[in-house]
Every structure is written in C-alpha cells, then in structure tokens.
C-alpha cells in the first residue's frame, strides 16, 4: 500500500483535502441569506469561467508549441488538458484564509464557486479524464 515517503506523503494530503471538502459543505449548509437559485448561479457561473479560463490557458500555451506529445492534435491536447487540469486543496486554502478579510457575504460567494469548482473537477472531471483521453486516442 506505502511503499515510499511520497506515497505516504500524497496519500496524508490527500486524506486532509477531502476531511477539508466536507467540513466547508458544512460551513455553506449553514449559510444565510442565499437563495438555491443563486447558489445555483454561482455553481454553474463558477464552474463555466474555470472551464473557459483552462481552455484560453492550455491553448494559449500549445498555440506555440511545435510539436505535441502523445501525437495529439492541438484540438486534442487542448481537450484533453483543460478537462484533465484538476484543482483542489490549493484553492480551498486559498479561501479558507480570506475568511478574516473579505466581508462575510463576499467570502460566502468565493466559498460557494471554489467549492463547487474543486467538486466538480475532483468528483466528475476525475471519474472522466479516462474516458475523455480514449475518446481523443
């Protein structure tokens, strides 16, 4: 199961990312002053402006590269990058440490679109990418 310090060590991290990812979805159940509708909103806003910004990001990159590993197309590659470019615990700590700062319904927004941008890239994204690379092979 372990065999090296990395393993143990990715393993540990990964085991306190996820205990992160549950006791934020505490912290949004017991928001006030949101409605579902906009919570919905944000979910989706969030989720479409990360998706958008990786393609800008990963096509702008291989827009100047000569040649592709795996002999991808760059349609391919940009594919395949964006949706295999997974986020998670450095965001969730990135807004779990504006929570002192930012005013209580502006860190609820942040929150909400980080959550639910690390949700759907670890949970559905993640489950995919295997699928998404067999379909562009």
């Known amino acids: ?11 540990l991290l990964n ?3 996820f205990l992160l990812v549950g006791l934020l979805f505490v912290d949004i159940r017991n928001m006030e ?22 393609v800008v990001g990963v096509f702008g990159n291989i827009a100047l590269a ?3 590993p795996l002999d991808m197309s ?3 590659f940009t594919v395949f990058f964006t949706w295999a ?4 615990g ?6 779990m440490g504006t929570g002192t700062v930012l005013a209580s319904d502006t860190y609820n927004i942040f929150l909400i679109a980080t959550y639910a941008i690390v949700l759907f890239t670890t949970v ?14």
């Not at 409605?35 to 989706?44: D, Q």
């Not at 470019?85 to 998670?88: E, I, T, V």
């Open 66 to 68: 000569k040649k592709l």
């Open 74 to 76: 760059k349609f391919g």
């Open 33 to 54: 002053g949101f409605s579902t509708m906009g919570i919905l909103v944000t979910i989706i806003g969030a989720i479409l402006i990360n998706t958008m910004a990786r």
């Open 85 to 88: 470019g997974l986020k998670g």
């Open 15 to 17: 085991g306190i990312l």
């Open 124 to 137: 559905f994204q993640g489950l995919t990418v295997g699928k998404v690379y067999q379909k562009l092979k």
């Open 1 to 11: 199961m372990f065999y090296d310090f990395g393993g143990v060590t990715d393993n």
């Open 90 to 95: 450095l965001c969730l700590a990135l807004v």
